[in-house]
């Protein structure tokens, strides 16, 4: 089973920035799509950004122009570089994995999925 790990989570202020980073492990670790979702207290989960293994690019409209998604398949690690962060980032941010030839922000089509790291934004 691959295992993945956030990492770079933290609290800020309106407009800073932060980066976050996904480590898949395992031996068996095959995807066409990497993804990241967050949730915040009493809302549902949305899907934030995914990149295919081509490196085509999705965002979601409200984080636009904002965030950036890469993956650096040598380390087996996905990023979400977040800038100009708002308020209404905060929430618990995950990310995901998922093989076969649909690659979307739909969270049905992920195989595997993270803990989960904490972002936190203040006005």
């Known amino acids: 089973q691959v295992q993945l790990r956030e990492s770079g989570g933290g609290s800020v202020q309106a407009g800073g920035s932060l980066r976050l980073a996904c480590t898949a492990s395992?031996?068996?670790?095959?995807?066409?799509?990497m993804g990241w979702f967050r949730q915040a207290p009493g809302k549902e989960r949305e899907g934030v950004a995914r990149i295919t293994v081509r490196d085509t690019t999705s965002y979601a409209d409200s984080v636009k122009g904002r965030f950036t998604i890469s993956r650096d398949n040598t380390k087996n690690t996905l990023y979400l570089q977040m800038n100009n962060l708002k308020p209404e980032d905060t929430g618990m941010y995950y990310c995901a994995a998922a093989r076969g030839e649909i690659c979307s922000l739909g969270a049905e089509i992920f195989n595997s999925w993270g803990q989960g790291t904490q972002v936190t934004v203040s006005s």
């Open positions: 395992g031996y068996r670790y095959r995807t066409y799509c």
